[in-house]
């Protein structure tokens, strides 16, 4: 352990030493092998995963969750017929529906948790990708992705596909329901949501993001990436 | 436990919960900003002990209305149908779709129970200083933190269940008071979830060991 009283605050300790952020235990990190997971000894949490080439292929899932998201919210999600007449409805129509119905309260969470949380989630992780495509990246880089990062545990699109799903069953017994594109969109999109959490390593954006005390970021975080592999002395 | 066991904070060490940077503030009593993304650095979540209890408890005095009062009004020819949470679920059951049926009752009734229940739990353990069974309450934080999304099932129900039924004059759905407590339940039971520190479960062991020493 350095213990060391340098003014710089980082460079004084060694690279692979991390701290559990669920119980702050002190550990180093083990060179992993690509898909390797290492877990705090303490509690079990998952403390490191290698995920190789995780800028570029997050990226390539982002652009597709993106296309989705705008099919999900621009085509009807479902509809019905009953006695003749026929309605139907967009993710956004459900709220707009609230609220007009005097629920406002209920209408602004549920936009938000539908259309806003995963917009920010989605658009500001593309922003964040093709920032740091230059090296060293913008600070705001850094800035947009905690953005994402909050609005992520808000984003509920499979929450909302589950409940989607038990309201077309309560409906089928009085009126019958019509599945629509939007539908198919929300499905792809769940996927493309999840996916994106497996793949992405926030570690690699925050070693290639410009510091806000204007000295990072660390030569070696662009040497790692030419060596590809963990460097390990 | 081991001795070599040293946490960040004892060795003057925080790490930024923004960005996950280690670094050593110049100050132990005021760390100050990460060097790296400028977010402001603590070595623990401020007061989250009384900022979880005081969530917690606004969400238990939600809960109660939230399952009493309506979350759908049915209106059709004449008749008006008014239906809670328990009610929607019965009637789930009833029309033959049992797992639907279940996956509502757990989602809705039994999710936010089992969440306050949990976070009291850990709260009470911590405030004790409890060092039994850290790892397991360790799980739970992590289980309830996960899980925690699932119980707006019922708000998002509600939601298309009014979006779509709207064919008056012959039958209308419209939402009901208690949609609006639901979701404030969900909603504290999340944030209490955030504003708890799961580092605090494992302080207390770590106090015992520096007495130790």
Request: with cysteine.
């Amino acid at each position: 352990m350095a213990k060391s009283r340098e003014r710089d605050p980082v460079t004084s300790l060694p690279e692979n030493l991390i701290a559990c952020p669920d119980c702050d235990l002190l550990q180093r990190i083990p060179s992993l092998r690509p898909g390797g997971k290492a877990r705090c000894p303490r509690c079990g949490k998952v403390v490191a995963v290698h995920k190789p080439d995780s800028l570029d292929r997050t990226l390539a899932l982002t652009v597709t969750a993106a296309i989705a998201f705008i099919v999900a919210n621009v085509m009807p999600l479902m509809g019905l017929s009953a006695v003749g007449r026929t309605a139907s409805t967009t993710i956004i129509g459900g709220a707009q529906e609230m609220w007009a119905q005097g629920e406002r309260i209920t209408a602004l969470l549920v936009g938000f948790c539908v259309v806003v949380a995963p917009a920010v989630q989605i658009g500001f992780m593309l922003a964040v990708l093709l920032a740091v495509r230059r090296f060293p990246a913008p600070s705001w880089a850094g800035t947009l992705l905690r953005w994402s990062e909050i609005h992520q545990p808000w984003a509920m699109v499979e929450v909302m596909m589950l409940g989607v799903l038990v309201s077309l069953v309560k409906i089928a017994e009085l009126a019958e329901v019509i599945p629509g594109i939007g539908m198919f969109a929300v499905g792809a999109l769940i996927f493309l949501l999840a996916a994106m959490t497996v793949v992405f390593d926030p570690e690699e954006v925050w070693e290639r993001v410009r510091w806000a005390n204007s000295e990072g970021p660390r030569a070696s975080a662009s040497m790692d990436e030419a060596g590809g592999e963990e460097a390990t002395r | 436990m081991t001795p070599d066991m040293l946490t960040a904070r004892q060795a003057g060490l925080v790490l930024c919960e923004a960005c996950g940077l280690l670094s050593r503030p110049a100050h132990r009593e005021e760390p100050g900003y990460c060097p790296r993304c400028g977010e402001e650095l603590t070595f623990r979540r401020h007061n989250a002990i009384q900022r979880t209890w005081a969530l917690i408890i606004a969400a238990a005095i939600c809960y109660l209305p939230a399952n009493i009062l309506p979350v759908m009004t049915t209106s059709t020819l004449g008749s008006v149908e008014e239906d809670t949470i328990i009610s929607g679920v019965v009637l789930l059951y009833m029309t033959g779709s049992w797992h639907l049926a279940l996956i509502v009752l757990i989602a809705s009734v039994m999710i936010p129970l089992a969440k306050l229940i949990a976070l009291a739990y850990l709260l009470i353990t911590v405030q004790r200083g409890s060092i039994r069974r850290n790892r397991d309450r360790a799980r739970l934080y992590r289980l309830v933190e996960f899980i925690g999304r699932w119980s707006m099932l019922d708000v998002f129900v509600a939601t298309f269940v009014v979006a779509l039924i709207q064919l008056q004059p012959l039958m209308a759905v419209l939402p009901g008071t208690g949609v609006l407590f639901f979701a404030a339940v969900v909603v504290l039971t999340i944030v209490a979830a955030e504003s708890f520190d799961p580092r605090l479960i494992w302080d207390s062991s770590q106090g015992r060991l520096d007495q130790d020493d």
